[in-house]
């Protein structure tokens, strides 16, 4: 988990990422951030070939 001390930007999301990916595959579970309107981060995102990211929108709610 990765709490920050101000609202993100595109910048905050790509270290988290780049922290994240490696030599191996792994894939990203992410919950409430539109992180497709960066290209910036986009472009990071089709140059990983094991990293996947799978985006959960905010107002995608739970059942109970």
Do not use: E, K
Request: proline letters at 9%; charged letters at 10%; one cysteine or more.
């Amino acid at each position: 988990m990765r709490c920050f001390t101000r609202p993100p930007v595109a910048d905050d999301y790509l270290a988290a990422l780049q922290a994240l990916a490696g030599n191996t595959p792994a894939g990203l579970v992410f919950h409430g951030a539109v992180l497709d309107a960066s290209a910036a981060i986009t472009n990071w995102l089709a140059g990983q070939q094991y990293f996947w990211l799978i985006p959960v929108p905010a107002n995608l709610l739970s059942p109970d």
